[in-house]
């Protein structure tokens, strides 16, 4: 099993910057693809960034290219997500992800409200 635990969201102005944490514990992570997702009210939930472990590969939703960095520390069995230039459209609950061989763990999420 392993436990995701997301930190940093918070109120922001729109041009603003914030860095997510995901703090994973209960079993070593290297070697999961981790991924940070998030969900507007009245919205289905959608992947903003993903990072695969081998090489580092990563994936950006098209509306946060160029604004958001996903970033990952094995050796603290963390994930971040770098988030500049925030746009009210940003504003959503964000979830932590760890996906291996089908199985996927969620985190409780963390809010980001990104004020015009």
């Known amino acids: 099993q392993v436990q995701l635990v997301e930190s940093g969201g918070g109120l922001v102005q729109a041009g603003g910057s914030l860095r997510l944490s995901c703090a994973a514990s209960g079993r070593t992570v290297s070697r999961y693809a981790m991924g940070w997702f998030r969900q507007a009210p009245r919205k289905e939930r959608e992947l903003v960034a993903r990072i695969i472990w081998r090489g580092n590969s990563t994936y950006y939703a098209d509306s946060v290219k160029g604004r958001f960095t996903i970033s990952r520390a094995d050796a603290k069995n963390t994930v971040y997500l770098q988030m500049n230039s925030l746009k009210p459209e940003d504003t959503a609950v964000y979830y932590c992800?760890?996906?291996?061989?089908?199985?996927?763990?969620w985190g409780q999420g963390t809010q980001v409200t990104v004020s015009s």
């Open positions: 992800n760890a996906a291996s061989e089908g199985t996927n763990y």
